[in-house]
C-alpha cells in the first residue's frame, strides 16, 4: 500500500507540474496523461477519471497553500501582516492556472461529478481550521463566521481576477477589505477618512 500511496503522490507531482507549464482546464485526460509522461490507464488507476484527476490537483495546492499560511503566521506581527501576505501568494500570476481550475472544479463539485465527492468537504473546513491556528500563532482570537468571510472574499476577488480583471484594482480591493477587518475587530483603527485626513493613506 505504501508504495502505490507513493506512485500516486509522484504521479500526481508530474501531472502538476505539467499543469503549471500548459494549463490542463481544456485538455483531455489522454493529453494530460501524455503531458505527465504517463498513460491514459495509469491515470485512471489512481484516481478515477478526469474529474477525480483535478479534484486531486485542487486538494494538494489547496493544502500547499494552507501550509504557506500557518508558516507565515509564525513570521507575521498582525493578523494585516498575514493577511496580505497570503493574498499576495494566493494571487501570485505563477498560481492562475490553478486558481482557473479551483472554480473549475468547484463547479464540478457544486453538480455532484463522480470523483469530485471527496472534495466537497475539503473546500473550505480546512480553511477555516488552518486559519483559527493560524491566528492562534499570532496570537489573535479567531471567530468562524469571520474567517469564513475571509475565505469567501478571497475567492470572490481571484474569480474577478481570473476573468480579466485588473490587478490593480483587485488588489486595492482586498487591501480594503482587510482595513474593514481591522476596523471591525480593533475600535482604535483608523477608518480610511481618518488616515487620509491626517496624511496617511491606505497602503498600496
Known sequence: ????????????????????????????????????????RMLLYHFGSREGLLAA???????????????????ANTPREL???????VSREELRPFVKLFFEV???????????????????QPWLTDAAEAAKVIGVASDPAELRVGV?????????????????EVDEAYRRFVDLYERATDP????????QVSGRVAPK
Not at 493577511?83 to 501568494?89: A, P, Q, T, V
Not at 478571497?154 to 481576477?161: A, K, M, P
Not at 482604535?188 to 488616515?195: E, K, N, T, W
Request: charged fraction near 25%; proline fraction near 3%; avoid cysteine.
Open 1 to 40: 500500500m505504501p508504495e502505490e500511496v507513493s506512485a500516486r503522490a509522484q504521479l500526481l507531482e508530474r501531472v502538476i507540474a505539467f499543469a503549471a507549464a500548459e494549463g490542463i482546464a481544456d485538455k483531455s485526460l489522454r493529453e494530460i496523461a501524455r503531458g505527465a509522461a504517463t498513460s491514459h
Open 57 to 75: 490537483i485542487v486538494a494538494a495546492i489547496e493544502a500547499q497553500q494552507r501550509a504557506v499560511m500557518v508558516a507565515m503566521a509564525e513570521q
Open 83 to 89: 493577511m496580505l501576505g497570503l493574498w499576495g501568494e
Open 106 to 124: 468547484f463547479g464540478l463539485v457544486a453538480q455532484g461529478a463522480p470523483g469530485t465527492e471527496g472534495l466537497r468537504e475539503t473546500l473550505t
Open 152 to 168: 469567501a472574499v478571497s475567492r470572490g476577488l481571484l474569480l474577478d481576477l481570473v476573468a480579466g480583471a485588473d490587478y490593480a
Open 188 to 195: 482604535g483603527v483608523p477608518d480610511v477618512d481618518d488616515r
